[in-house]
């Protein structure tokens, strides 16, 4: 991932120089198409999330905020869930692409869909958040997926979970743990 973030640098890089090369026209195309290229593998590898590294290295978003972030814990090794309220500011659509915490070794963006009287689980690979709305993720709904959680982890901790965007920025937000039959915040 550290490459794809390199990617996602070098794609602004041409974007700024565009306009100096305006009049080479083949070569601003050329930038283009290879932007658009670096785009695609980009987005593509945000499926598998960053290094603790690289994600601790990625810029905080200035448009997206995370906020009233919680954990419904199940005992382990059933998996947690983690819900909270996505927020774009931004005029620009955001895409959620994945979120890691220190405390979990795995940690999914899920979709709870219901067809048919029946309930499933779907992994999702990125989540749209329309400039200036607000997503909810809650029970039933998207939630985060946490699994092989690092330590115990009790009711009444805090964890730190970070939210990839798209974008190759992030959000932060300290999610609160409580019991599994909590329904909502
Ligand atoms: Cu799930």
């Known amino acids: 991932m550290k490459h794809a973030f390199a990617v996602g640098l070098a794609l602004f890089g041409a974007v700024a120089a565009g306009p100096s090369f305006a009049h080479a026209h083949g070569d601003h195309q050329g930038h283009a198409q290879g932007g ?19 994600m601790a290295a990625m810029p905080v978003s200035a448009s997206v905020a995370v906020s009233a972030c919680w954990i419904r814990l199940l005992p382990s090794p059933a998996p947690s869930a983690g819900y909270f309220i996505a927020a774009n500011k931004g005029s620009e659509t ?3 692409a994945g979120a890691a915490s220190a405390s979990y070794g795995h940690v999914m963006l899920h979709q709870t869909t219901h067809t048919d009287g029946m309930s499933r689980m779907s992994h999702v690979q990125g989540v749209e958040i329309p400039a200036g709305q607000k997503l909810e993720f809650k029970p039933g709904g998207y939630h985060i997926m946490l699994e092989k959680p690092s330590g115990e982890i009790k009711v009444g901790d805090t964890v730190p979970m970070q939210f990839l965007l798209a974008s190759g920025e992030k959000a ?3 999610c609160e743990v409580k019991p599994a039959n909590t329904l909502a915040k």
């Open 94 to 96: 955001a895409t959620l």
């Open 172 to 174: 932060e937000a300290d």
């Open 36 to 54: 658009h290229a670096a785009h695609a593998h980009a987005g593509h590898g945000a499926q598998a999330m960053p290094s603790p590294d690289a």
